[in-house]
C-alpha cells in the first residue's frame, strides 16, 4: 500500500502571500490520497501605508465555508494535477460547516488565521503550486483547468453579503521586486507522510476577497432634519429663487456606489508587464503581499465594454457595468456599506479628470433643496432652472408669458369697446413640462395641452416683423409649444431648461483609488475599503427630473461635483476621501 503525502499549508487571507520558497514537481506523487495541512490566515486588507491604514472584516466578511472552498494544485508550469478540500477530522471546522478562525493579533496585515488539513485527490507528481478558492458554489468547473484558465475565469454571479459567500482567493503579488506571483509555491519540504508531520511546516497562503467595500458617512456635528436626515443649510438667505433671496437647505436622503461592475475575474490579474510599465506609484506592497491595481476582464477580456446610446440602452452605458437611479440610492442610508466588483479602466482612462467617463466608479449621493417658509418650516417643490435662475413652477409660468410669449402672440378680439389687443396670460396655456430627452440632464420642455381664448371668437395672432398672421385655432397649442421650445425661448435643443422634479438633486463622486495629486487614478480594487466622509454640501447639485431614471456621468459635464468630502482606503485596505462640495 502506498504512503499519502501531507502537506502543511497556512492560508493567509485578505491580503498578505508567502515567500518565495524552491519548488519540486517530479517526483514523490501518489495514486492514494494525500495530505497538506493549511494555516489559513486572512489578511485585513491591501494598503501602500502603514499597518494602521487596515481595518479587520466582520464576521460574515471573514467566514469561510468549508464545503464551497477548494485548493488547486498544479505543476511548476502550471498544468493541471488534482485539487484538495479541507478535511473536517482535525478539529479544524465548526458545527456549521465552517473553518475556525482565530484573530490575528501580531501582523499588521493579517487579519485573521486558521490551520486546517487539505484532502488531496491522486496525482503521480507532487505539486509544485497551489491555488486557493474560498467560499465558491462553482468549485468544479475549475478543475482541470490550468493555472493560466483559471486567472481567466470570470464570475458573473451576484455579490452576496451572506456569511460563507464572501469569495476569497490568492492574493496576487511582487516577489522580490521582479515576479508575479499568482499561485503559492510548494516546497518539496513541505509535502510529509503523515498529517502530525505535515502541520509541523504549513505552506502559507494568502487571500484576499474578491470585492470591493465602499462607505459614505458624514462628518461628526452636522446638523439633521427632524427625520435624522443630515442637511446643508445656506447662510444668511443666499439662495435666490424667483428673483429673491431665500433660506434654503440641501438635505441628503442617501447614497449608493455607482458605476460598478456586474462581472470580475475570480482571481486577480495582474500582468508581468506592469513591473515595467508602473500603473501609478507604489502600486504593490511586498511586505503585505499586495497589489493595488489589476487588470479588469471588461477592458482587457471577453467581457469588453459595449457603449452605446440606443433606446434598448440607458444613455452611455456600458456592457456589464451597472448604474443606479436617484430612488436606489435614497434608500440606502448614510453610514452603511455597498459591496461591488473591481473597476479598474486601463491606464489612461483611469486618470482621466472625474466624470470625463461614465465608466468611473462613483458614490452617487441623492439628495434635494428644500425652502424656508413663514413659521421656520420647510417646503419642497419643483424647482426649474433657466439662463442660471431658479424659478418655482408658478413663476416660470409667467416668465414664459411675460418674457417669451407677449411680443410673439397675442389675441385680438371685439368687446363692447370696439377691437381690443391682449397679451397670452399663463393661465391662459394648458401645459406641463415633461421630459426633453432621457439623458439623466434633467433638461425638460413644455408640452402644451391647449390654449384658452379670452373671449368667444377671439383670435391668436403671430408677429412677423410689421406684421401679423392669424393662427387657426386647431394650430393654437403647437404654435405656443414650439415658440416656448424654440430658441428664443427655453431653447430645449441645448437643454436649456432643466427641472429639479419635487426637489430632487444628485451628486456624483467619482472614487479616487490612487490619491496622490501627481498620479491620480480612479477605480476600484478589491479587498478594499472605499470611504467618503461627506463634510460640506454648499451649492444644489445635478437635477433630477425622473427619480427612476438610471444615473450615467455625463462626460465632460460633471468635473465639479461640489462634494466636500475624504474619501479613506483600509484593511481590508481602507481608503479615505474627504469630499465639499462647493
Known sequence: MKTGKLISIALLSLAVACSKENVTSNQGGSDANQYMAVDIAMSVGSSTKAPSDYRDGSEAEST?????????????????????????????????????????NQSGYVEKESKAVIVLGPTRLRPALVLAVLNYDNCDALRNLSLADAHTQVDKREISTEAGKFTMTNSVYVDDGKNIVNATPIAASSVKETKEEALKSPVQIYVEREVAKVNMKAKEGLKQTAEGKICFETPNAESVLNGVKVSARIVVDGWAANAFNTTSYLVKDVPASWLVTNPFANWYDEAAKRTFWAQDPNYSGSEKYVFGRTPEDEPGTYKN??????????KNKVDSYNYMYENTTDKASARVNGGELVNVPTILIAAHVETAKTGAAWERQDIYKFGGLFYTDASLRNYAAEQILKGKLYWEYTTVEGLKKASVLPDQVIAKFVANVVDNSGSVKVEVEALTAPAEGAKLMKKEGESAS?????????????????????????????????????????????????????????????????????KIGNPVFDPEEKLVLIPGEEKNYYVSAELKVLKWRVITQDVVIE
Not at 64 to 69: E, L
Open 64 to 104: 469561510v465555508n468549508v464545503k464551497n472552498s477548494i485548493f488547486l494544485f498544479y505543476d511548476a508550469y502550471g498544468n493541471f494535477l488534482t485539487s484538495g478540500v479541507i478535511s473536517a477530522t482535525e478539529g479544524s471546522v465548526d458545527e456549521n460547516g465552517n473553518l475556525k478562525l482565530t484573530t490575528n
Open 321 to 330: 457595468v451597472k448604474y443606479l437611479s436617484w430612488n436606489d440610492a435614497a
Open 470 to 538: 392669424e393662427i387657426e385655432s386647431a394650430n393654437w397649442a403647437k404654435t405656443v409649444e414650439d415658440i416656448l421650445n424654440g430658441e428664443n425661448g427655453f431653447n430645449i435643443a441645448k437643454k436649456e431648461l432643466v427641472c429639479f422634479k419635487d426637489g430632487m438633486c444628485y451628486y456624483q463622486v467619482p472614487i479616487k483609488h490612487n490619491q496622490a495629486a501627481e498620479d491620480v487614478t480612479y477605480g476600484t480594487v478589491r479587498n478594499h475599503i472605499y470611504e467618503l466622509t461627506l463634510s460640506k454640501i454648499a
